[in-house]
């Protein structure tokens, strides 16, 4: 088993870059038609641009604390196996506030953020955003408008250790099968027992803001063998 995330990720890359590791249906995904899936390769890149991002501007990693202010959501995702891979710690919930760099995509909390001495990343939730559409507070740094400037490849210390992350995971999919396509609505506080244990069974998951809520035929259509509600 890997024994840290970007080597679990590097494992999917190797293994089969092009088969899709991680699909998003928005949550009125019916009428607009929001749906974005990533490929082990792109998810990668989207990883290692936002990880360079982290250690470039804010110079994160062991000791650093990286606070994820953000729903279920695939940006979510992305932010916390790139926070992983520089080695910094995840903040989630009401401790995500006292972060050292807090990422979130509501303006207030950006700049109470940066009142108190932090840093802060604004991260717009629209499908196709290209820059932040709320008023992004003086000294926030704005993920759309400049993540596509960070290298593709990112190289992790040698001090990474997620022997117990991978763990949890690789416990929680004990029971799944091979290959798992798994529809569930996890949070990030849930990712290493929905995204990760995917990863570990060489899986891939489609991921909504709330299983029930789904449009019909989504589950069949994306050929899911496993459920996991959290709401």
Known sequence: ????????????????????????YGADSARTGERVELSARVLSTWVAKTANLLEEEFSAGPGTSVGLALPTHWRTVVWQLAAWATGADVLLGEEAAGADVL???DAGALAAALARGGEAVA???????TSFSGDLPDGALDYARVVTGYGDLHVPGPELAHEVLLAEAAEAARDW??????????GPERTAGSVLAAFTRTGSVVLVPDVD?????????????RVLRTR
């Not at 890997?2 to 699909?23: E, F, N």
């Not at 991260?123 to 955003?129: F, G, I, Q, Y």
């Not at 099968?177 to 996890?186: H, K, S, Y």
């Open 103 to 105: 990422v979130a995509a």
């Open 213 to 225: 809520a789904v449009a019909d035929g989504v589950a069949e259509q994306e050929r899911v063998t």
């Open 177 to 186: 099968p091979a290959g798992v396509r798994l529809l569930t609505d996890a």
């Open 1 to 24: 088993m890997a024994r840290t995330v970007p080597a679990l990720l590097q494992q999917l890359s190797t293994d089969d870059p092009g088969t899709p590791r991680l699909t998003w």
């Open 123 to 129: 991260v717009d939730l629209a499908p196709l955003a």
